[in-house]
T-cell receptor
Framework: GEDVEQSLFLSVREGDSSVINCTYTDSSSTYLYWYKQEPGAGLQLLTYIFSNMDMKQDQRLTVLLNKKDKHLSLRIADTQTGDSAIYFCAAYMDSNYQLIWGAGTKLIIKP | EAGVTQSPTHLIKTRGQQATLRCSPISGHTSVYWYQQALGLGLQFLLWYDEGEERNRGNFPPRFSGRQFPNYSSELNVNALELEDSALYLC?????????????FGSGTRLTVV
């Protein structure tokens, strides 16, 4: 079946850039998303990218999409303690209107 | 505009009891999704309702069931509770097929089975 994979943890120093990676298997996914989950809370949509785009930038967030390799990344510039959270990658399946989710990457910020 | 609301926020039940969780989607959204997030684990897809019908179901036993009402709100029922059902249950809503909006999530119901 379709799958989305992410590494489980990423540790970065405060002020550095964080790069969270994701790979997906469904080449027909038209939209790819990044969600953020803070402790004890629901998921918040951070950003999304349409499959015909290579890059999308929104303030400190940059999303890069390599459609050939089916690789998505989220870069957070100037990482702050408030960025500590779990980040989920998700791919939209046109065939059944559903999202396929990665397992989430826990971003740990070191002082 | 109100977001996705879930109730109750916390629920404590005894093993073998039944739990009922509720979700109100964003106004105008017709699809409701239920997910289970056990401690330290990712999202496990439970159920998808759209226009009052169950459209898809995850790999969960039949004691997990639900329904969607005419106003598009939804209820998740878990019968014969087991200790491993303890988890955060998340509800999300969307416009069917509106991929560019993704899903909007509620804050979840924390179910604890003792």
């Amino acid at each position: 079946g379709e799958d989305v994979e992410q590494s489980l943890f990423l540790s970065v120093r405060e002020g550095d850039s964080s790069v969270i990676n994701c790979t997906y298997t469904d080449s027909s996914s038209t939209y790819l998303y990044w969600y953020k989950q803070e402790p004890g809370a629901g998921l918040q949509l951070l950003t999304y990218i349409f499959s015909n785009m290579d890059m999308k930038q929104d303030q400190r967030l940059t999303v890069l999409l390599n459609k050939k390799d089916k690789h998505l990344s989220l870069r957070i510039a100037d990482t702050q303690t408030g960025d500590s959270a779990i980040y989920f990658c998700a791919a939209y399946m046109d065939s059944n209107y559903q999202l396929i989710w990665g397992a989430g990457t826990k971003l740990i910020i070191k002082p | 505009e109100a977001g996705v609301t879930q109730s109750p926020t916390h629920l404590i039940k005894t093993r073998g009891q039944q739990a009922t969780l509720r979700c109100s989607p964003i106004s105008g959204h017709t699809s409701v999704y239920w997910y289970q997030q056990a401690l330290g684990l990712g999202l496990q897809f439970l159920l998808w309702y759209d226009e009052g019908e169950e459209r898809n179901r995850g790999n969960f036993p039949p004691r997990f069931s639900g329904r969607q009402f005419p106003n598009y709100s939804s209820e998740l029922n878990v019968n014969a509770l087991e200790l491993e059902d303890s988890a955060l249950y998340l509800c999300a809503s969307s416009l069917t097929g509106a991929a560019n909006y993704g899903y909007t999530f509620g804050s979840g119901t924390r179910l604890t089975v003792v």
